[in-house]
Every structure is written in C-alpha cells, then in structure tokens.
C-alpha cells in the first residue's frame, strides 16, 4: 500500500490536511480538503486532526502487532496516548 509519505498536518484554517511545514507551500502536497458543508467548525476541526494523524496511527499499530515484550507494549501504550491527545486536538 502506498500513501503520501511525510509529515501530515492540518492547515491553520482547518481547510486541508497537508504535508507541508507551516508557512511552506512549495514542495508540498494537500492530502485532503475538508468539508465545511454542514459540519460544526469543532467536526471539521476534529476531522481534519483525525485525518492528519493516520499515518501515525498506522505505523504504531504495525509496531504494536510487531512487538514481543511487556516493556515494548508499556512504551508504544505511551505512544498511543499522545497520538490520541494530538487527534483530539490536546497540546503536548
């Protein structure tokens, strides 16, 4: 499976999702828009966090199913929970 490598992130107008470094626009690539039709700005928010964070999700699930000791589940949980904070829009 291929997707867009790089660093996702949400546009400061929560109007795409991105690989750009803020403030950047050469070089990068829009991974999505988001809609605004008929959604709250705190849904197209939450989308747009929820999407950017995917590749992350991905990659620690894979090293999840991956792992073979307590210690290596004890850190990826760690992980986990930033990721979620950062889907949720928590700074951290």
Known sequence: ????????????????????????LEG??????????????KEVQANARLIATAPEMLELLKQIDESM?????DELLI???????KAEGANG
């Open 1 to 24: 499976m291929k997707w867009t490598k790089g660093n996702w992130r949400v546009a400061d107008d929560f109007s795409e999702v991105t690989t750009s470094p803020v403030g950047v």
């Open 28 to 41: 990068s690539k829009c991974i999505c828009k988001i809609s605004f039709f008929d959604k709250t700005t």
């Open 69 to 73: 000791s307590i210690r290596e589940l």
């Open 79 to 85: 992980k986990a929970c930033d990721i979620i904070k």
